[in-house]
């Protein structure tokens, strides 16, 4: 399947939109100083290049769900940040039976506190992900705490380096590994050394890409949620409570046309965001690190967040549209990139209002 982004997508920039792309198809990006991975690619739904498209990502979760059958006892769904992030929300979301999800994250977080997903005390697993511009993941789990299945949420395999890295370091969790992508870019011999493996382990693995799937089935699979996962990132209650009170009111209060979520911190965002009927959504867009350059098609405009310590952050294709009214949404860590996006709206006449979510 082509994953190359043509003009006349649809996206922005583009002068003669076409049919919408399948809620699948990724687009090319090329990332900025990185020479040893030049291409990367990016989903148009989970609001780095274009506003969060809910019924794409809903699409997106229902085929996959057709795929996972249920499963006795919990599921943990893992997403891999920052681009999986929104992908697995959603698939926790319609995946039949229990689920924990939990997020991995570049961020110095502490344990899971008692009873926050499961009992006992917090374990960090930690993991790299070569050649990235942020290489040193970590995934926090109740210690002990095993599950029959793990599914992993990628929105790409492009070697399989990372994937490999993370399931050795989770290797005692489950017996049963389910990865979800949209692409899997992988060659042959890479997928058969981590099947060679994982079979030394007796690990049952398999690989479920979703690149193929361009149609929507006609009926959902029985017994899918309702209720949204609320603290993938183990937050403390009343730390997580409070920072969903705190963003209902400042909504309610400011009416905002754009929704800028700087990070990893999308979990609180999204619970509020969901809870407001769909005509009353603002414009959801992502803030990410992800380093790309301005291509012409995927990428068409690019707006530097430099502010040290911090890493540098980005938002993709902010000409297409700036809202009068914003709220910008972030951590302690990504403070000083809200202040710069929050002088950068001003300087356009936005009247913004800034939200830090305590981290955990």
Same mark, same amino acid.
């Given at each position: 399947?082509?994953?190359?982004?043509?003009?006349?997508?649809?996206?922005?920039?583009?002068?003669?939109?076409?049919?919408?792309?399948?809620?699948?198809?990724?687009?090319?990006?090329?990332?900025?100083?990185? /020479?040893?991975?030049?291409?990367?690619?990016?989903?148009?739904?989970?609001?780095?290049?274009?506003?969060?498209?809910?019924?794409?990502?809903?699409?997106? %979760?229902?085929?996959?769900?057709?795929?996972?059958?249920?499963?006795?006892?919990? #599921?943990? =769904?893992? !997403?891999? #940040?920052?681009?999986?992030?929104?992908?697995?929300?959603?698939? %926790?979301?319609?995946?039949?039976?229990?689920?924990?999800?939990?997020?991995?994250?570049?961020?110095?977080?502490?344990?899971?506190?008692?009873?926050?997903?499961?009992?006992? #005390?917090?374990?960090?697993?930690?993991?790299?992900?070569?050649?990235?511009?942020?290489? =040193?993941?970590?995934?926090?789990?109740?210690?002990?705490?095993?599950?029959?299945?793990?599914?992993?949420?990628?929105?790409?395999?492009? *070697?399989? %380096?990372?994937?490999?890295?993370?399931?050795?370091?989770?290797?005692?969790?489950?017996?049963?590994?389910? =990865?979800?992508?949209?692409?899997?870019?992988?060659?042959?011999?890479?997928?058969?050394?981590?099947?060679?493996?994982?079979?030394?382990?007796?690990?049952?693995?398999?690989?479920?890409?979703?690149?193929?799937?361009?149609?929507?089935? +006609?009926?959902?699979? /029985?017994?899918?949620? #309702? +209720?949204? $996962?609320?603290?993938?990132?183990?937050?403390?209650?009343?730390?997580?409570?409070?920072?969903?009170?705190?963003?209902?009111?400042?909504?309610?209060?400011?009416? /905002?046309? !754009?929704?800028?979520?700087?990070?990893?911190?999308?979990?609180?965002?999204?619970?509020?965001?969901?809870?407001?009927?769909?005509?009353?959504?603002?414009?959801?867009?992502?803030? *990410?690190?992800?380093?790309?350059?301005?291509?012409?098609?995927?990428? *068409?405009?690019?707006?530097?967040?430099?502010?040290?310590?911090?890493?540098?952050?980005?938002?993709?294709?902010?000409?297409?549209?700036? $809202?009068?009214? %914003?709220?910008?949404?972030?951590?302690?860590? *990504?403070?000083?990139?809200?202040?710069?996006?929050?002088?950068?709206?001003?300087?356009?006449?936005?009247?913004?209002?800034?939200?830090?979510?305590?981290?955990?």
């Amino acid at each position: 399947m082509d994953l190359l982004h043509k003009p006349g997508s649809g996206l922005p920039g583009d002068a003669s939109p076409e049919p919408k792309l399948p809620a699948t198809r990724l687009l090319a990006v090329e990332r900025d100083s990185n /020479p040893l991975r030049r291409r990367g690619y990016v989903s148009p739904h989970i609001g780095k290049v274009a506003p969060l498209d809910a019924g794409a990502l809903e699409e997106i %979760a229902r085929l996959a769900t057709f795929s996972l059958a249920p499963c006795p006892g919990p #599921t943990l =769904v893992i !997403g891999m #940040t920052e681009s999986a992030l929104l992908l697995s929300w959603f698939l %926790a979301v319609r995946l039949r039976g229990e689920v924990d999800l939990r997020f991995t994250t570049r961020e110095r977080r502490q344990d899971i506190p008692q009873g926050a997903c499961g009992n006992g #005390t917090g374990q960090v697993h930690t993991f790299l992900e070569p050649h990235s511009h942020g290489p =040193v993941h970590s995934l926090s789990l109740p210690s002990g705490r095993t599950y029959p299945r793990v599914v992993i949420v990628e929105d790409e395999l492009t *070697t399989g %380096a990372t994937l490999r890295n993370l399931l050795l370091s989770i290797i005692n969790v489950a017996d049963r590994y389910h =990865v979800v992508t949209l692409s899997d870019r992988r060659p042959e011999s890479l997928r058969e050394r981590l099947r060679e493996e994982m079979d030394g382990f007796g690990i049952e693995r398999r690989v479920l890409n979703r690149s193929n799937e361009e149609y929507l089935p +006609s009926q959902d699979p /029985p017994d899918s949620q #309702t +209720s949204s $996962p609320r603290n993938p990132f183990g937050r403390p209650g009343e730390v997580l409570n409070s920072s969903l009170d705190d963003l209902s009111r400042r909504w309610r209060s400011l009416r /905002p046309g !754009g929704l800028y979520v700087i990070g990893e911190c999308v979990d609180v965002a999204l619970a509020v965001w969901e809870s407001f009927p769909a005509s009353e959504r603002p414009a959801f867009r992502h803030v *990410t690190r992800s380093p790309w350059l301005v291509n012409g098609g995927a990428v *068409t405009s690019r707006l530097d967040l430099i502010a040290p310590p911090a890493p540098r952050h980005f938002l993709y294709n902010w000409t297409t549209s700036l $809202p009068s009214r %914003a709220l910008l949404v972030g951590e302690a860590s *990504t403070a000083a990139i809200a202040g710069r996006l929050r002088d950068f709206l001003l300087s356009r006449g936005a009247e913004t209002e800034t939200i830090e979510i305590p981290g955990s």
